[in-house]
């Protein structure tokens, strides 16, 4: 048991399940002794308003929440936008975490990433409840990134002002929560209290992953392809030109016909439709069909299975500063199952790769150099072996959850 147990009041502005992020450290909260209750938004109409999951209590918001609070709808997401670009806090979810802390005596707050953060302090500051922030990613260059791509101005202006709202939120949070050291220097940088900056990185649990199914259920032809194969296994979302699945498939079509034929290509994820789209017209372009087969969306419980049927496994994220702040959960999951990767050199995950000696690193966004490591990868087949076993040793070591949690937990035991 803690010294001190907490009633914890988690914020998740999306669905739960699934966030891997967010249930390994609620579930070790719980098993810790403290009692856990998640704030999040329902996914679709049926999910239950509240329910249990796996010890932790969900009370869960109507789908579309805030927008969908009133009508017209569209007057409703103009509002929103509106505090957003001009306080950052929202008055709807202020008011909703206020009574979500009175109504079940949260002790502390714990949010999720930036998004949320003004709003959750805002909704503390009555009741003088402490709020841990959460960063689970570099979040105004992920908007500089989301926001520039049709316009740079706007990028440029949208990571202007996430900074702001970044460099606020640190210097008011009790206790803040990054995911590499790099992310934890930048903000000492700023002048933030180096003593309150806890790093816990998206590592992978093999205690859950040893509960997962070890066999999905694959297309048929798919099925009989696998065993004659170099197999190369992407998962998470195919959402966006930022995954550099665009990259991967350049490279695949600048092969010989002999290597492509020693080789496929599966992309395990949920499907954003306009950035789909782009890849099959690249796919058909390039003559990959018999190369490249995309999964469509895939129960999170089933990428174990994918990346334990694959010969390599890939990360081919384009490199700026907001993957330039930590290592992808997707990494870490490939070496706890002892899989050799080919990654880009987005900084941390390249490191991570080349330090640990256990795959191939080419410069990001450059399909001639993605194209040289695939030809590497297809003569070097013999090391694959090897190439697991020493990521699967790196993450027993300082990368495991088993490592990494106590982190975590002390944050709540010095509250």
Not at 252 to 269: A, M, N, T
Not at 289 to 315: L, S
Not at 358 to 364: A, I, L, N, P
Not at 398 to 405: G, L, N
């Amino acid at each position: 048991m803690p010294q001190k147990p907490h009633t914890i009041g988690m914020i998740l502005e999306h669905g739960f399940p699934p966030d891997t992020r967010v249930a390994r450290e609620a579930t070790e909260l719980v098993k810790a002794g403290h009692t856990v209750h998640l704030l999040c938004v329902a996914n679709v109409v049926t999910d239950a308003p509240q329910e249990g999951w796996e010890g932790v209590r969900l009370h869960r918001l109507p789908v579309g929440f805030p927008d969908a609070l009133k009508k017209p709808p569209l007057l409703q997401k103009l509002w929103h936008q509106w505090q957003w670009n001009q306080h950052t806090v929202d008055t709807d979810w202020q008011a909703v975490i206020a009574k979500f802390i009175s109504a079940h005596s949260i002790t502390a707050l714990h949010v999720h990433d930036l998004r949320l953060a003004p709003s959750a302090l805002a909704a503390a500051k009555a009741t003088n409840t402490p709020v841990v922030v959460d960063y689970h990613e570099y979040y105004p260059a992920l908007m500089q990134e989301l926001k520039g791509r049709k316009n740079p101005s706007k990028g440029k202006v949208a990571r202007q002002r996430w900074d702001a709202v970044e460099q606020d939120v640190s210097n008011r949070a009790h206790r803040i929560i990054v995911i590499d050291e790099a992310s934890k220097a930048r903000l000492t940088g700023m002048g933030i209290a180096a003593q309150k900056i806890s790093v816990v990185p998206n590592v992978a649990d093999v205690d859950a992953l040893s509960n997962q199914p070890t066999e999905p259920h694959l297309p048929t032809y798919l099925a009989s392809l696998w065993p004659q194969k170099t197999v190369l296994v992407y998962t998470g979302y195919v959402n966006h030109a930022g995954r550099g699945i665009q990259v991967m498939l350049e490279a695949i079509s600048q092969l010989s016909p002999e290597q492509r034929d020693q080789l496929h290509f599966v992309v395990v994820g949920a499907e954003r439709p306009d950035y789909q789209a782009q890849l099959n017209t690249l796919v058909s372009q390039w003559g990959l069909k018999n190369n490249v087969t995309f999964t469509g969306f895939t129960p999170e419980a089933n990428f174990i299975a994918y990346i334990n049927r694959a010969t390599v496994c890939i990360c081919p994220t384009l490199a700026n500063d907001q993957t330039n702040s930590g290592i992808p959960n997707k990494v870490f999951l490939y070496a706890a199952l002892g899989k050799p990767q080919l990654v880009s050199s987005s900084k941390p995950q390249a490191k991570f790769v080349t330090d640990n000696h256990c795959g191939w690193v080419f410069e990001s966004g450059d399909p001639v150099s993605c194209r040289k490591a695939l030809e590497t990868i297809l003569s070097q087949t013999e090391s694959f072996g090897d190439l697991g076993a020493n990521g699967r040793k790196a993450y027993e070591g300082q990368w495991s959850w088993q490592a990494v949690k106590p982190v975590l937990l002390n944050i709540y035991d010095s509250l």
